[in-house]
């Protein structure tokens, strides 16, 4: 199985994914979850650990997430929204980016036509959903020199037969293109230089059609970093990267694990290492974050190795597929006519029997049916009345048309209240938006 994060490609096999990737479940009890998180549609993470320890301890932690406006904003791209709105209320620092050098790159589009597309229909909606200027900040890519920075540091620290064998890039694939993941790097890591939060546990939150561009900013972080730590037979081992100033990096280290109570300390500088025999593994966080304290202080960037939570992708409407903005009838955009998402999932496909009376008899197949993910991605906050919803689905006593129209409706309500609360937000963008 490969991912390739460009492609309408759609995954339905959570499990394998989680098993081949080494992406692992979330089963995190945060507060007073969202319903994507109750739902298990954000289904797996990458060491979310440190970003839960934060929002348990009240600490801050950081969100980042992109979107890249290449098209109308759907109810694929809300997803990602409620996440960052839910973090919001957690108390984050949130971040997003306009990717308009991976538009530019992978969709020709004009910085121009980004930031047209960007201003009228991403950002108004953000705020319309709910989106809060306090601690937020929206930023472009092509704009923000702190990014493309790390993307050309990042630069250094791979090369081409790597990306390659990451993407699949072939001798024809345009450097802008190549260049496109160093800068989500850029984007995902920035946020944790001095100027923005600092070092901080920080989450992306994406679909997972993103994951490779999660692993490699999170190899990217490993290798920028002055220290790794390993487990070894008899404890823990602190080995140093940077080849200049060994024994002295050593001896910092070893002072500051005194101060914290840290014994059976043994330097073998030959080897770059320090090891702490009989170590208690429970505090194996503390001293990672003691490492990261060091880093800082003695020059490097102490960053974080970021997390990510990664969320199901909504199939498109015709069911073969996932949603994608360039593919109209794929989506219901977020600026839809009521007329239009009425044509949209009267012709969408379900999971109902193919008559009424077959309906009727064997039921219908909840999990199989495109309008039923608007109910549970979307449309309902209460569990009951979903369970329901499933329940007389699969009953065959609830029936398709009525669903749908339902759905209709809804959605419908959804989008006028929406439209509204964007009129209002146009007088607030600049509280959001940053050109720099
Ligand atoms: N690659 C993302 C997309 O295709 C957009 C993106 C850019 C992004 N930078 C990011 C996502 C940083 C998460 C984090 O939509
Ligand atoms: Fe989908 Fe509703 Fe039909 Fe069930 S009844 S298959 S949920 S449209």
């Known amino acids: 199985m490969f991912i390739d994060p460009w492609s309408s490609q759609q995954f339905i096999d959570y499990k394998r994914l989680r098993r081949e990737f080494g992406i692992e479940e979330f089963n995190f009890k945060l507060p007073d979850p969202q319903k994507l998180f109750r739902r298990n549609i954000i289904f797996g993470h990458r060491g979310f650990d440190t970003v839960y320890d934060a929002i348990v301890n009240h600490e801050k932690f950081a969100v980042l997430t992109g979107l890249m406006p290449s098209g109308k904003m759907h109810f694929g791209h809300k997803m990602t929204i409620d996440q960052v709105i839910y973090y919001q209320s957690l108390g984050a620092d949130i971040y997003i980016a306009v990717a308009d050098l991976e538009a530019y790159a992978t969709r020709g589009k004009s910085f121009k036509e980004t930031l047209k597309i960007a201003e009228e229909e991403y950002f108004l909606n953000y705020i319309a959903l709910g989106l809060k200027p306090e601690h937020s900040q929206i930023y472009f890519q092509s704009l923000r020199k702190d990014v493309t920075d790390l993307a050309f540091i990042f630069s250094k620290r791979t090369n081409i037969s790597e990306m390659k064998g990451i993407y699949g890039f072939k001798d024809e694939t345009s450097l802008a293109h190549v260049e496109s993941p160093l800068v989500q790097s850029g984007d995902i890591l920035h946020v944790q230089l001095d100027k923005y939060s600092g070092p901080i546990p920080t989450v992306v939150p994406v679909g997972i059609d993103q994951d ?225």
């Open 212 to 436: 490779p561009h999660i692993r490699l900013a999170r190899e990217f972080t490993r290798r920028v970093s002055f220290f790794s730590v390993q487990q070894t037979d008899n404890g823990l081992g602190i080995f140093i990267k940077p080849d200049n100033n060994v024994a002295e990096l050593l001896n910092t280290v070893s002072d500051n694990l005194k101060k914290i109570g840290i014994k059976e300390i043994e330097l073998n500088i030959p080897y770059k290492a320090l090891y702490i025999k009989n170590f208690d593994f429970a505090k194996q966080s503390v001293i990672e974050k003691k490492l990261l304290e060091i880093e800082k202080q003695e020059g490097g960037y102490g960053f974080y190795l970021p997390a990510a939570t990664y969320h199901r992708l909504m199939s498109s409407l015709d069911g073969t597929r996932k949603m994608s903005s360039s593919v109209p009838e794929s989506y219901i955009s977020l600026s839809e006519e009521p007329a239009d998402v009425k044509k949209k999932i009267m012709n969408a496909k379900t999971g109902g029997g193919s008559t009424v009376e077959e309906h009727r008899k064997f039921g219908g197949k909840p999990e199989e049916c495109s309008v039923y993910e608007y109910y549970v991605y979307h449309l309902v906050d209460d569990d009951n009345y979903l369970k329901e919803v499933h329940d007389t689905c699969k009953a065959g006593t609830r029936l398709c048309g009525n669903c749908k129209k339902e759905a209709i409706e809804k959605i419908n309500l959804f989008l006028k209240d929406l439209k509204e609360k964007r009129e209002v937000a146009k007088e607030e963008l600049d509280k959001y938006v940053r050109f720099n």
